[in-house]
């Protein structure tokens, strides 16, 4: 299997926030790029920007020398693989699918060996970054895959971002990415009720995290969710409905995978009890909702 010429032309399959950045750093680099996507109104910045818009999976990816999907989980790339319009009617020559979106591992590893079986290798890469990250090319990909089509598409995954990891075969990268994920939504709780405990005494946040980047535990994860809840800024970058599902994900996996998880199962119920409006926003609201818990009270702990 030879890897076609850096610079040449890409077929983007999903223009969501992450799809849209990282198509819009191709596009600034030099690459031809070819885009699809369900809802046309999302193709529009890319399409402005040189992109060609494309009717149809099949169409999108005819004349590409890379294939790129970005979708929200296996039902959206089972429905652009399948069918007489998706990837699959095509044919490969030589290609792989690229699929950089998280996914539960038990249905993603059968659809990759269906299209494998129809002439389509899949290369599973869950990024580990934000969109700020696909921007800027310092993503990190969690990859599963076999050993040969990882290798073809090496180049492309060093093209978007800094780092790849080759974890295993297919389901072992989104393995990877859930763990990291529940790593994700743990930290993020366990600042929120860090923080609701100073707030319930009084003290000075942001002085604390401060003392915290000075400690064995700073992290940047923490400095960034800590400045969003001071600043109150919960754009969405990694939204609090995602985190629920990535998370749900972790669990059912890890249930599957003969464990008993502890913490995964009560941080699902918690953001299952976060009112409807606030799952588009950012996870870093996690913060501010258990944060809110607290009132201020003056004197406890003072030893008066």
């Given at each position: 299997?030879?890897?076609?010429?850096?610079?040449?032309?890409?077929?983007?399959?999903?223009?969501?926030?992450?799809?849209?950045a990282?198509?819009?750093?191709l596009?600034?680099?030099?690459?031809?790029?070819?885009?699809?996507?369900?809802?046309?109104?999302?193709?529009?910045?890319?399409?402005?920007?040189?992109?060609?818009?494309?009717?149809?999976?099949?169409?999108?990816?005819?004349?590409?020398?890379?294939?790129?999907?970005?979708?929200?989980?296996?039902?959206?790339?089972?429905?652009?693989?399948?069918?007489?319009?998706?990837?699959?009617?095509?044919?490969?020559?030589?290609?792989?699918?690229?699929?950089?979106?998280?996914?539960?591992?038990?249905?993603?590893?059968?659809?990759?060996?269906?299209?494998?079986?129809?002439?389509?290798?899949?290369?599973e890469?869950?990024?580990?970054?934000?969109?700020?990250?696909?921007?800027?090319?310092?993503?990190?990909?969690?990859?599963?895959?076999?050993?040969?089509?990882?290798?073809w598409?090496?180049?492309?995954?060093?093209?978007?971002?800094?780092?790849?990891?080759?974890?295993?075969?297919?389901?072992?990268?989104n393995?990877?990415?859930?763990?990291?994920?529940?790593?994700?939504g743990?930290?993020?709780?366990?600042?929120?009720?860090?923080?609701?405990?100073?707030?319930?005494?009084?003290?000075?946040?942001?002085?604390?995290?401060?003392?915290?980047?000075?400690?064995?535990?700073?992290?940047?994860?923490?400095?960034?969710?800590?400045?969003?809840?001071?600043?109150?800024?919960?754009?969405?970058?990694?939204?609090?409905?995602?985190?629920?599902?990535?998370?749900?994900?972790?669990?059912?996996?890890?249930?599957?995978?003969?464990?008993?998880?502890?913490?995964?199962?009560?941080?699902?119920?918690?953001?299952?009890?976060?009112?409807?409006?606030?799952?588009?926003?950012?996870?870093?609201?996690?913060?501010?909702?258990?944060?809110?818990?607290?009132?201020?009270?003056?004197?406890?702990?003072?030893?008066?």
């Amino acid at each position: 299997m030879s890897t076609p010429a850096l610079r040449g032309t890409v077929a983007l399959i999903g223009c969501g926030a992450m799809g849209a950045a990282l198509g819009q750093r191709l596009l600034a680099r030099g690459w031809r790029l070819r885009v699809y996507n369900r809802s046309v109104g999302k193709t529009q910045p890319l399409s402005a920007a040189g992109a060609s818009v494309h009717d149809s999976p099949r169409s999108a990816i005819d004349g590409a020398h890379w294939v790129l999907s970005v979708l929200t989980d296996s039902a959206a790339l089972r429905a652009v693989l399948m069918g007489a319009e998706g990837v699959l009617a095509a044919p490969a020559r030589g290609r792989c699918l690229i699929d950089l979106g998280t996914h539960f591992p038990a249905e993603l590893v059968p659809l990759a060996a269906e299209a494998a079986s129809r002439g389509w290798p899949l290369v599973e890469a869950p990024v580990t970054g934000s969109v700020h990250d696909a921007s800027h090319g310092t993503l990190n990909f969690l990859v599963g895959g076999a050993a040969a089509d990882v290798a073809w598409a090496r180049p492309m995954l060093e093209a978007l971002g800094r780092a790849l990891f080759h974890l295993g075969p297919v389901g072992a990268g989104n393995t990877a990415k859930l763990a990291l994920n529940l790593l994700v939504g743990l930290m993020a709780g366990g600042l929120g009720e860090a923080i609701a405990l100073l707030r319930a005494h009084g003290l000075d946040v942001a002085r604390f995290l401060v003392a915290l980047d000075g400690s064995g535990l700073a992290s940047p994860l923490y400095r960034r969710l800590g400045q969003r809840y001071l600043d109150g800024d919960h754009a969405p970058r990694f939204s609090l409905a995602n985190l629920e599902k990535d998370l749900g994900w972790a669990r059912r996996h890890a249930e599957a995978s003969g464990l008993a998880p502890r913490l995964a199962p009560v941080l699902c119920d918690l953001l299952a009890q976060l009112p409807a409006e606030a799952k588009p926003l950012d996870y870093s609201a996690l913060i501010r909702h258990l944060a809110a818990r607290a009132s201020v009270m003056a004197g406890v702990g003072s030893g008066e």
